[in-house]
């Protein structure tokens, strides 16, 4: 359990098939009831293992795709173990049949949940009158001309945001360096971030007050490089 922080401005689309003159272009996901923006856990969970997938350099042998039972029989040594500790954290699809491989990767071992916002911080922008999100215009700079073309209007979590983050771990025999590539996998939701347009620096997330079973474990998360080599 953690909180999520928002150190730049978050755009999770939601998509939309009315128009509005004068509205919102790109709206941010928002909970039906509350009107409330929240973190999907599966927005969390694919990006996390997308990033663990290029990290560990099998993002060519999948095709693309996420690593499955065939990608396993195609790799070898320092890869083979990467993959299947992807494979054991974020499970497999489709390869139930395998009996071996079922054996060998076991359940999936992390659930991810939807993030709401913090009470305290929903709590204090309720309080001064403030709205839950921003509006951020935008628009591209024709090259010859150098006028502003094709304006839009992109709905934003701002910057300061805070929500409740959780995560489900299961811990088996043998499982000791899967809380390292977990953490791993935070470390770099930090350095990449979240949501849409990342390029233009929405998405930057910082993770505080990380604990693992009622236990602090920030430092770790702090100490992490997920891209030290080791011997």
Known sequence: ???????????????SEEMHI???????????HTLEPYIPGSSLKGKMRS???????????CGGKPVDGK??????????VAAEQIAKLFGLSGDSDNAELAKRIGPTRVSF???????????SVKEKGQLYTEAKSENMID???????HPRQTERVPAGA???????????DGDKQLLETLLAGLKMLELDGIGGSGSRGYGKIRFD???LNGENIQDKLQATEPFKKVA
């Not at 004068?22 to 039906?32: F, S, T």
């Not at 949940?113 to 709590?123: I, N, R």
């Not at 090259?143 to 073309?149: H, N, S, T, W």
């Not at 805070?162 to 088996?172: D, G, P, W």
């Open 1 to 15: 359990q953690a909180t999520i922080e928002q150190v730049t401005g978050l755009h999770i689309g939601a998509g």
């Open 22 to 32: 004068g509205g919102i272009d790109n709206a941010v996901l928002k909970h039906p």
């Open 51 to 61: 990033l663990l997938e290029w990290r560990a350099g099998v993002v060519g042998e």
């Open 71 to 80: 990608t396993l029989g195609k790799l070898q040594g320092e890869k083979l």
């Open 113 to 123: 949940w939807d993030c709401s916002l913090d009470g305290v911080w929903s709590a």
């Open 143 to 149: 090259r010859i001309k150098g006028v502003a073309e």
């Open 162 to 172: 805070r929500f409740v983050f959780k995560l489900t771990f299961k811990e088996l």
């Open 209 to 211: 007050e990380l604990t």
